[in-house]
């Protein structure tokens, strides 16, 4: 199952409101996650089910979708929250990762 | 508190052999299916095996199938990956990863080791 996600990379302000989309080649129901990567570090699981929050994230992040279309939300960006982002389909074996979705600060 | 240290990374020629390990801590290892994931420099991420709570089930990425072979030994805590004929596209950080499509989610990550296929 490829997954597509868009953009590839965005700039946007502090405060404002960003989406990531998803795209699966076939449906996988609601077996998607999503990931943050800093450079250097481990990917940290921000979303999973589509669209539970995992414990400890920050409520400004929310998932939702189901089928082929998804999305990850960021309702108020922070300086924080400059990073790559990944979506997960978990429904079949193999595993596959989108390709990344890079956020920087305007 | 949940631990997962990735270690056995090097720098191996092409068509060489690599093991990695990755010790648990802090949860129940024998309860929850366990993955590895790489990630080539500068490249996103790549999903590359996962093993069954008790290691009878197995998957691979088509990309290592028949070269790499995953395992665990519940009673040391450890998860494993035998790398054989590796080759420079192999070229990655390693990350050993708690969970899989059981769980839905892969919730916890190692540091990652890097592993380096070059002559």
């Known amino acids: 199952i490829q997954l597509t996600q868009s953009p590839s990379s965005l700039s946007a302000s502090v405060g404002d409101r960003v989406t990531i989309t998803c795209r699966a080649s076939?449906?996988?129901?609601?077996?998607l996650a999503w990931y943050k990567q800093k450079p250097g570090k481990a990917p940290k699981l921000l979303i999973y089910?589509?669209?539970t929050l995992q414990s400890g994230v920050p409520s400004r992040f929310s998932g939702s979708g189901s089928g082929t279309d998804f999305t990850l939300t960021i309702s108020s960006l922070q300086p924080e929250d400059c990073a790559t982002y990944y979506c997960?389909?978990?429904?079949?074996?193999?595993?596959?990762f989108g390709q990344g979705t890079k956020v920087e600060i305007k | 508190e949940v631990q997962l240290l990735d270690s056995g990374g090097g720098l191996v020629q092409p068509g060489g052999s690599l093991r990695l390990s990755c010790a648990a801590s802090?949860?129940?290892?024998?309860?929850?299916?366990m993955s590895w994931v790489r990630q080539a420099p500068g490249k996103g991420l790549e999903w590359v095996s996962v093993?069954?709570?008790?290691?009878?089930?197995?998957y691979y990425a088509d990309s290592v199938k028949g070269r790499f072979t995953i395992s665990r030994d519940n009673s040391g805590n450890t998860l494993y990956l035998q790398m054989n004929s590796l080759r420079a596209e192999d070229t990655a950080v390693y990350y050993c990863?708690?969970?899989?499509?059981?769980?839905?989610?892969?919730?916890?990550w190692g540091q990652g080791t890097l592993v380096t296929v070059s002559s």
């Open positions: 089910g589509a669209s």
């Open positions: 076939q449906g996988i129901s609601i077996s």
């Open positions: 997960q389909q978990l429904n079949t074996y193999p595993l596959t």
């Open positions: 093993i069954s709570t008790s290691g009878g089930t197995t």
């Open positions: 802090g949860f129940t290892f024998s309860t929850y299916a």
């Open positions: 990863a708690r969970g899989a499509q059981s769980s839905g989610r892969i919730d916890y």
